[in-house]
């Protein structure tokens, strides 16, 4: 198939794209960790896997990232599809924690690889197109693809069990062997859609690898450098982190909590899918309207962040109390959509402190702090569990959200694009 020649036919590719990228994703979300303890994986050991695959993706980003430069953008996210298509072949035959690994391994580089060819391909066809095209248009409805998927996997992979698969592990692996089938889709759309009329970049994919790796230190000292030089800076990439570890929370903790209201595994797994389904739209709906209540809340965007990471603290909480399905589930939606709306405005702020010479580093930065605190969260929060219980975890997160609300009152009023007059002067530093 020739390339895109309308900005429009472009960007029906991109939403397709997505959408088929994702959909294998949120298929097997619902079922992941409760298929891991199916197979007699402790919380911890499931958690430690979650921390493994973020180090891989932390690792990798910037090495993977220079291959689509020099092997063009198709071949790359040919090789992450079936890197992901072999690890859920992995995950639904593993019956050890060693089998998980190699599961998680996979995923985790097949994750790095395509991190973003697509979206780059999208915005380098259209500006071929039509350099003076905004694709902003375009890349709102690539989001809306992603949560929509996701969404509509996440119901699916859910119910999979209940209706086809019966009782135990069996039944909870069809959703990864559901995944293999839409992987394979999507690596036949990707051959036939993602066409680019530019060369690759001469060059060896070793060199490009290694070139990705001599710039990672400097990436990252430039990211430690904008964190401590700038005070809400800083701030951002402590609230950032205090999300990564709400989430972790939702993660690991949900399929079990659900599990339990529901009776079983396999009931567990179809009611987290729509749990999650119902969250990943709350948490687009969300962000949508941030806006509008910033208006509110006298265009302030601490009083505004600090009222969503309030609310999701309340929401850790009717998590971990009653045991009705319904009070938990709605707590658990509630979280995840403080989350997707406070997210815009730590962002917006963020950008607000630096220049564009170091904005892609400072997004790196953003990113980091997000996986540091996945992390932390994956190696302390199934230890808690394991020593209490899920709801002491659940309650333990609450506070560390409360904290952040009472941090997020020191965040700069308004989120004007100029760089403050006290941000450090701007100096090159190497990109993401």
């Known amino acids: 198939m020739s390339a895109p020649r309308t900005v429009r036919s472009a960007t029906r590719r991109l939403v397709g794209l997505t959408a088929l ?48 430069d020099v092997l063009g953008r198709r071949p790359v996210v040919v090789a992450g599809a079936v890197l992901h298509l072999g690890s859920c072949l992995v995950f639904a035959t593993a019956a050890s924690f060693p089998g998980f690994l190699g599961a998680i391994l996979l995923m985790g580089v097949g994750r790095a690889l395509d991190s973003g060819p697509v979206e780059a391909w999208y915005v380098d066809t259209v500006h071929g197109i039509d350099p003076l095209a905004d694709v902003a ?31 135990g592990a069996a039944g909870l692996a069809l959703p990864y062997l559901g995944a293999v089938v839409l992987d394979a889709v999507f690596i036949v759309a990707v051959a036939r859609l993602l066409t680019e009329d530019r060369p690759p970049r001469r060059g060896s994919v070793r060199a490009a690898v290694a070139a990705g790796m ?14 401590v030089t700038d005070g809400p800076m800083r701030l951002v990439l402590l ?27 396999d009931g567990g797994a179809a009611v987290y899918g729509t749990v999650l389904a119902i969250s990943f739209a709350g ?24 009222l969503y990471s309030t609310v999701g603290a309340v929401a850790m909480v009717v998590i971990a109390g009653p045991d009705v399905l319904a009070v938990a589930a709605a707590g658990f939606a509630v979280y995840y959509l403080t989350h997707g709306s406070s997210w815009p405005l730590l962002s917006a702020v963020l950008h607000t402190r630096v220049d564009a010479a170091r904005r892609a580093t400072a997004v790196s930065a953003m990113s ?57 002067p701007a100096h090159p530093l190497p990109t993401a």
């Open 21 to 68: 990228r994702w959909l294998p994703v949120g298929l097997t979300a619902p079922i992941t960790v409760l298929l891991a303890q199916a197979r007699g994986l402790t919380l911890a050991e499931i958690g430690l896997l979650f921390t493994v695959h973020g180090v891989v993706v932390t690792v990798l980003e910037l090495p993977t990232g220079g291959l689509a």
């Open 137 to 167: 248009p375009g890349l709102a409805k690539h989001g809306a693809a992603d949560g929509g998927s996701l969404a509509l996997g996440a119901i699916v992979g859910g119910f999979l069990p209940t209706v086809l698969g019966g009782a």
């Open 368 to 424: 980091l702090a997000m996986a540091l605190g996945g992390i932390l969260g994956n190696l302390t929060i199934p230890r808690l569990a394991a020593a209490s219980n899920t709801d002491a975890a659940f309650l333990a997160v609450a506070g560390v959200l409360l904290l952040g609300a009472v941090a997020c009152l020191r965040l700069p009023r308004v989120t004007v694009a100029v760089p403050p007059a006290d941000a450090e």
């Open 214 to 227: 001599r710039e990672m230190p400097g990436t990252v000292a430039g990211a430690v450098r904008l964190s």
């Open 283 to 306: 948490a687009a709906v969300g962000a949508v309207l941030t806006p509008a209540l910033r208006r509110l809340l006298w265009g302030s965007t601490g009083v505004t962040c600090a």
């Open 239 to 265: 609230l950032t982190a205090v999300g990564g570890v709400g989430l972790v929370a939702c993660e690991l903790l949900g399929p079990v909590r659900f599990a339990d209201l529901a009776g079983g595994r």
